[in-house]
């Protein structure tokens, strides 16, 4: 196995620790589950069955011996930003965009923030302020009525 197809299987395994192996195809492509590359192999090969040497190849973490590209990050020293998971960094998005929501004045702002959005705690902040907006907005017109 070259160099360049070692430290690219490491950059895949640090990428995603929880892998503890990887199946690899013909064309250097690797997956985590021997059906994806399977169905990945039989695509590049153009047929439905795999002859011999088409199969992925199974590549385990322990297998590869890749000295790291950089050197170590020194330790965090108390002042320094802890870095974030991908979840920690949707839920703090998720809370500004919840604030954001919760401080528009206009329904069709509310819409505008949350276009295309699925987090359900946003799109619940949405809806309450929505109903908000729609009850001050129909309680002025009936204000206006009665004066």
């Known amino acids: 196995m070259t160099p360049e197809r070692k430290q690219k299987l490491q950059d895949v395994f640090d990428a995603n620790p929880k892998l503890d192996e990887l199946y690899v195809c013909e064309d250097d492509q690797a997956f985590a589950t021997n059906h994806s590359a399977r169905n990945h192999a039989t695509t590049i090969a153009g047929t439905a069955r795999l002859n011999e040497g088409q199969e992925p190849v199974v590549v385990t973490r322990t297998e590869l011996t890749v000295v790291a590209k950089t050197t170590p990050a020194p330790p965090k020293t108390g002042g320094e930003p802890e870095e974030l998971t991908p979840a920690q960094l949707a839920q703090q998005q998720a809370k500004a ?29 949405a809806e309450a302020n929505k109903a908000e907006l729609i009850a001050a907005a129909e309680l002025a017109a009936a204000n206006e009525g009665t004066s």
């Open 97 to 125: 965009l919840v604030a954001k929501v919760e401080a528009a004045a206009t329904v069709e702002e509310v819409d505008a923030l949350i276009a295309g959005i699925t987090w359900k705690s946003v799109l619940k902040a």
